[in-house]
Structure formats: C-alpha cells, structure tokens
C-alpha cells in the first residue's frame, strides 16, 4: 500500500514494486506546461516505486496524435515491461477535440492490445486548463502505478 502522505510504496505490495522493471514513456509536447508536470509526477512515482532512473526512457513528440506512433516504435524493441503515454489535450471551439482525443485512446490500446504490451494511458482530455491543470500530478502518478501493476500482472498471465 502506498502511505497516505507519502505516494511512496510500503513492504508488502509486490504488485507496485518496480525494481526491475524497464518502463517506457512517451511525452506529447504540446500543452508543454501541464504534459513536463505529467512526465515529472509519472517519473518521481516510478523512482518511489523503485524503477531504476536508468530503466525510465523517456521520448517526446509534437502532440497527442503522434503518441500511438512512438509507442508502437517502442512496443516493437521488445525491451519494455510496459509503457506510458503522457499528453494533454484541451476542448476547443472545433472538432478536433474530438478526433485527436479519440484517435490517441484508439491507438494507444491498438498498441496495448497488438503487443500484450501495458500501456497506461495518461492524455488528458478536458474542457478547460484549469481542469488540466488540476489533473496534471494525480494522473501522472496514477499512470506510474498503473503500468508498474499491470507489469506484474502480464508477467502473471
């Protein structure tokens, strides 16, 4: 279990013990204030979960849509015990809200399911900045967690 002020992993939860497990994260650029905040919260919570700094890789990419791409390119070096996909995308007065947050969910579980791979979705998708904003450091420690799991979980299955 996690302590409740601390976000840092106890004795006895070995599905959240990442000490040697390889995780792979993708960061889109854009929206750069709240996705730096994302990869920052997801990595400290990797290192409190006892992932080694050095099995954290870390690539960035223009935006959401690009995510899906970078992760299968990661997926296919068969070197990662799961995978982490960091974005924000923020509804705006068109469509594309839409299309972009639909299609990086559709691709990021393409790839989760093409590869048997985990990958925990961390792209927000809000209405406004200051529900990003609110967001930003939960969801990357969340994600942390999540791929750390389900890690352990598909090495089970």
Known sequence: MFGKDSGTLQTGDRRL???RLTIGLVQAR???DITNTL???CRDE??????QDKNIDLVQVPGALEIPVALQALAEKSRYDALIALGCVIRGETYHFELVANESGAGVTRIALD????VANAILTTENLEQAQARQV????DAARVAVEMAHLMDQL
């Not at 990797?46 to 992932?51: D, I």
């Not at 939960?138 to 420690?141: E, F, V, Y």
């Open 17 to 19: 013990d990442g000490r």
């Open 30 to 32: 854009f929206n750069e």
């Open 138 to 141: 939960d969801k990357g420690r």
């Open 115 to 118: 590869y048997q791979l985990p």
């Open 46 to 51: 990797l290192l409190a979960l006892g992932v």
């Open 39 to 41: 990869a920052r919260a």
